[in-house]
C-alpha cells in the first residue's frame, strides 16, 4: 500500500515538473492579486509556500495539499490593510465529506478604492471602483500516512472601470509528511491557467504561474520550527542589470555600466529564490514568526538607506479552537501592511462548551 502511494507522488510531482515547462518567463503577467499573501502565518513568514502539517485552516489558503479531516467545520477570516487606500480579505470553509472527501471553499476580495474619472480633455465623468474577485474550490486527500495530494479550482473575476476580465486557474500540490520527525515537504504548481474574457479582445495575458517548493521541520529539543520556500523554480534569472538599474555603478571616465562579478550575480540569483523563516513556540497556545525574503529586499530596497524591506513577523494565539493573528510584512519605509486573521474549529469549541456545562451546573447547585 505505502509502494502504490509512493509511485502516485511521484507521478504527481512529474506531473507538476512537466507543466512548468510551459510556463512563459519574463514579462508580466494579470490576476497578480492570486498571489497575495492572505494569511497572517504565511505573511509573517515571507508570502512562500508553508508546508506544515497541522490544524491550521489559514495555511490551507496556499496549499491544497493538506486540505483534510483535521479542518473540518473550520472557518477563516483575513483582513489586510495594504498600499494607498489598497484593502484585501479572504474567507475559507473547510468540511469533510464521508464520502466525497475534504474540500475548502474560499473567496477573496481586493477592493482599490474609488477613482476619479475624466475624459480626454481633462472633463471629470464620475467615481469608480476597481476591484478583484476570486473564489476558489479546493480538494486534498491523504492517500497513505505519509503523502497527499490536493488541487484548487479558482474563478477570478476584474472589474476596472468599463474594463472586466474573467479567468480560470487551477493549483495543484503533493506533499510528504513524517510525524514523528515532524517534518514535511510541499511540492506546489500555482496559478496554472488563462483568461476566459480577457480586458481587451483577442489579447489574452498570462497569468502568474509559479512553481514552488517548501520545507519545515520543527526540533526535537528545542520549541521552534525551520522554515525553507523555494519560488519561481521555472526561471533562474530574477534580477536586471542595466541602465535602468539605480543601484549599478558606472566608470567615471568613460560612462560604463559596471556589472557586478559572475559570482555576486550567481549568489544574488541563488538567494533571491530562497525565503528563511523561523517559528517560535513555546507553548501550544502561542507562536510566534519571522521570516527573510531577499528577493523583495532586493527589489524593494532604497539608494543610501538601510532598509528592512523582506522582513517579516507576527504572532498567533491558539486557544480552545480559536485562532488570532497578527503579521507585518516590510516592502520599504512607510510601506508595512498589516494583517489580521481569525480562524474558529466549531467542533473544538462546541466541546469545550460541552465540558463546561457540568461544572456550571456544579456552581449553581
Known amino acids: 500500500m505505502k509502494s502504490k502511494g509512493l509511485h502516485i507522488v511521484l507521478l504527481f510531482c512529474g506531473l507538476l515538473l512537466c507543466v512548468s515547462g510551459y510556463a512563459q518567463t519574463g514579462g508580466r503577467s494579470v490576476y497578480n492579486f492570486l498571489s497575495y499573501s492572505y494569511s497572517t502565518r504565511v505573511t509573517a513568514l515571507g508570502s512562500g509556500l508553508i508546508s506544515v502539517y497541522d490544524d491550521d485552516p489559514t495555511l490551507l489558503m496556499v496549499n491544497p495539499s493538506f486540505i483534510g479531516e483535521r479542518h473540518s467545520n473550520t472557518l477563516a477570516l483575513d483582513f489586510t490593510n495594504y498600499f494607498a487606500g489598497t ?3 479572504s474567507a475559507l470553509y473547510s468540511y469533510t465529506f464521508p464520502k466525497a472527501g475534504s474540500f475548502a471553499i474560499e473567496a477573496r476580495y481586493v477592493n482599490y478604492g474609488k477613482f476619479t474619472g475624466t475624459n480626454e ?14 473564489l476558489t474550490v479546493g ?3 491523504e492517500l497513505s500516512p505519509h503523502f497527499s495530494i490536493g488541487a484548487d479550482l479558482k474563478l477570478v473575476y476584474c472589474g476596472y472601470e ?5 479567468g480560470l486557474a487551477v493549483d495543484v500540490a503533493g506533499s510528504y509528511f513524517n510525524k ?10 500555482k496559478n496554472i491557467g488563462t483568461e476566459v474574457k480577457p480586458f ?4 489574452l495575458e498570462r497569468l502568474p504561474f509559479d512553481l514552488q517548493l517548501a520545507f519545515s521541520q520543527r526540533l526535537a529539543h528545542v520549541p521552534i520550527r525551520y522554515h525553507i520556500s523555494l519560488h519561481s523554480l521555472y526561471r533562474w534569472n530574477m534580477n536586471y542589470y542595466g541602465a535602468d538599474n539605480p543601484f549599478m555603478e558606472s566608470d567615471a571616465l568613460t560612462n560604463t555600466l559596471i556589472y557586478p562579478s559572475k559570482v555576486s550575480q550567481f549568489f544574488d540569483n541563488f538567494f533571491r529564490h530562497i525565503i528563511f523563516g523561523l517559528e517560535i513556540e513555546p507553548s501550544k497556545y502561542f507562536s510566534i514568526q519571522v521570516a527573510y525574503n531577499h528577493n523583495i529586499h532586493q527589489e524593494m530596497k532604497v539608494l543610501a538607506r538601510h532598509s528592512m ?12 479552537g480559536l485562532r488570532f493573528g497578527f503579521s507585518r510584512l516590510h516592502y520599504a519605509p512607510g510601506a508595512t501592511p498589516n494583517c489580521i486573521n481569525l480562524a474558529l474549529n466549531f467542533d473544538e469549541i462546541a ?5 463546561d456545562n457540568p461544572k456550571k451546573l456544579k456552581k449553581m447547585n
Open 309 to 320: 524591506a523582506g522582513f517579516s513577523y507576527g504572532f498567533m494565539l491558539n486557544i480552545k
Open 162 to 166: 468599463t474594463y472586466h476580465s474573467f
Open 351 to 355: 466541546q469545550w462548551k460541552k465540558s
Open 87 to 89: 484593502n484585501y480579505a
Open 121 to 134: 480633455s481633462g472633463v471629470v465623468t464620475g467615481d469608480f471602483s476597481v476591484n478583484d474577485v476570486a
Open 180 to 189: 514523528e520527525k515532524n517534518l514535511s515537504l510541499t511540492l506546489l504548481a
Open 200 to 203: 481587451y479582445k483577442g489579447n
Open 139 to 141: 480538494w486534498g486527500r
